[in-house]
Nanobody, 125 residues
């Protein structure tokens, strides 16, 4: 199983970006797909998740300016973020959680079975 994240780069404060993550898993539509990020010198933190069927949940730090979506036909999940600020600078990771493990603890890294390599997002002030 591989997850390939892309779309990171250098963005000015106030701007927006869209990250993509393609997953090489069977039955992708059943997977819990999460986004996490890790800023320099900090622990990896939860950003948001999308469940089977499209329901989403976001961390407070990004709520209201982030949207996670999925295209099950393309085995792809997206993270769109707007009103970016320097605090959003981090390596962003996508992760896939097998449906057999249920849908709780979605903000816990341990809930996820597969991880992408990360994509760097840098927000300049």
């Amino acid at each position: 199983v591989q997850l390939q994240a892309s779309g990171g780069g250098l963005v000015q404060a106030g701007g927006s970006l869209r990250l993509s993550c393609v997953a090489s898993v069977r039955a992708f539509s059943g997977y819990l797909m999460g986004w996490f990020r890790q800023a320099p010198g900090k622990e990896r933190e939860f950003v948001g998740v999308i469940f089977r069927g499209g329901s989403t949940y976001y961390a407070e730090s990004v709520k209201g300016r982030s949207t996670i979506s999925r295209d099950d036909a393309k085995n792809t999940v997206y993270l769109h973020m707007s009103s970016l600020n320097p605090d959003d600078t981090a390596v962003y990771y996508c992760a896939a959680g097998h449906p057999s493990r249920g849908y709780s603890d979605y903000d816990d890294q341990g809930r996820y079975d597969y991880w992408g390599q990360g994509t760097q997002v840098t927000v300049s002030s």
